[in-house]
């Protein structure tokens, strides 16, 4: 009897064995990442100025945008509010420190008229310390509203921008940050 | 019998008289504006959360009114307050905000010839903004902020500073920086 099997099946199973184990390794990467940097917990400090150089409501936005996307990405265990007694206790807290570079408030009409002029720009320091004052990240992180949208999404912007930072800066495991600090 | 003629003139008919009318409409018209004017100061205030509130959505309309426990906000299926006592700090700002939502914004961008743009010279307003700093219970910072129209923050400020909630910035300084600008 002639067996006329058809050669796809085969086919099939040759790239979806792959494509599986590819799967895996991918789903497992941020699961182990995830893992790792959850051990983490974090504080907010409101963005630190010179009186008059940030607009109160700038300042309170780009606080709760920040709280809001650190607790969207799940990196840490708890994301704590400056001045919160709950992380007075809590073993592995980061703080979060930001000061203010540059601020130009910008024009919402301006930027739809004209396209190029009446960006809204935030520009701070960011430094993130353990307890003990072990810096583990530190950079320059800007947030900028250039066509469409309110001043005040610059600080949506700006706490994107901080959020991706941290995710990017692949945290060492609580332990090994102590041990370096010593 | 000669039939008298009587005068079926009506009142209003004359232009003294619906000069008078007219006067009289408009100046009940002004008196209603402000009886609805004073309504609104004592009842609340037509105002947008931003963004801060817990258990209310961003960009959320409600009613923001001034109680003796605090500041209330009242929106539909949402609704907070934050106690005086728990206040930080209050600030007013000035901002402009785009008219028309995001359907002129789409409408703007099919006009030809970047027509759009010139109806953007037309579709912004001034707003008033309302931000406030306050504590919970834990002590944690918390930052809210109220878009409302023009000239109605300064007066929710005044009324939450008379009640005892703190302002580095007093209600009259805040005022003369706006008349400065």
């Known amino acids: 009897m002639k067996q006329n099997r058809s050669p796809l099946p085969a086919t099939l199973a040759g790239i979806a064995g792959p494509a599986l184990l590819l799967c895996i390794v991918c789903l497992g990467i941020p699961r182990t990442f995830a893992a790792e940097t959850a051990a983490w917990s974090i504080q907010v400090e409101p963005v630190a100025s010179d009186e008059g150089q940030l607009p109160p409501d700038f300042s309170m936005a780009v606080y709760e945008d920040l709280l809001a996307q650190l607790a969207k990405t799940g990196q840490f265990q708890q994301v704590y509010r400056s001045g919160d007694h709950q992380a007075d206790s809590v073993p592995n807290l980061l703080i979060l420190h930001m000061t203010l570079l540059n601020f130009e408030r910008g024009n919402q009409t301006e930027r739809a008229v004209t396209t190029v002029k009446g960006a809204t720009k935030v520009q701070v320091h960011l430094k993130v310390s353990a307890r003990d004052g072990n810096t583990l990240v530190e950079k320059d992180v800007q947030g900028t509203v250039r066509l469409f949208g309110e001043n005040l999404k610059a600080t949506y912007a700006l706490a994107k921008h901080i959020a991706d930072t941290l995710r990017d800066a692949s945290l060492p495991p609580p332990t090994a940050a102590k041990a370096a600090g010593q | ?181």
């Open chain 2, 1 to 181: 019998m000669p039939t008298v003629l009587e005068n079926t003139r009506s009142p209003i008919s004359s232009p003294l008289a619906a000069a008078l009318l007219l006067l009289i409409s408009s100046f009940c018209a002004s008196l209603y504006a402000q009886a609805a004017d004073t309504t609104t100061a004592a009842s609340g205030v037509r105002a947008m959360h931003v963004l801060g509130l817990e258990g209310v959505k961003r960009n959320h309309h409600g009613t923001l009114s001034v109680q003796p426990s605090g500041l209330n906000f009242d929106g539909k299926g949402a609704r907070s307050a934050i106690a005086v006592a728990s206040i930080q700090d209050v600030f007013t700002s000035q901002d402009t905000r785009q008219t028309g939502g995001k359907v002129l914004t789409v409408a703007k961008m099919g006009v030809p010839y970047g027509g759009g743009r010139v109806l953007s010279l037309f579709s912004h307003e001034k707003v008033d903004s309302l931000t406030l700093e306050y504590r919970d219970a834990n002590g944690a910072l918390h930052g809210a902020i109220f878009s409302m129209p023009l000239g109605q923050a300064a007066a929710l400020k005044k009324q939450l500073v008379d009640l005892g909630a703190h302002a580095s910035i007093p209600v009259e300084m805040q005022t003369d920086k706006k008349d400065d600008k």
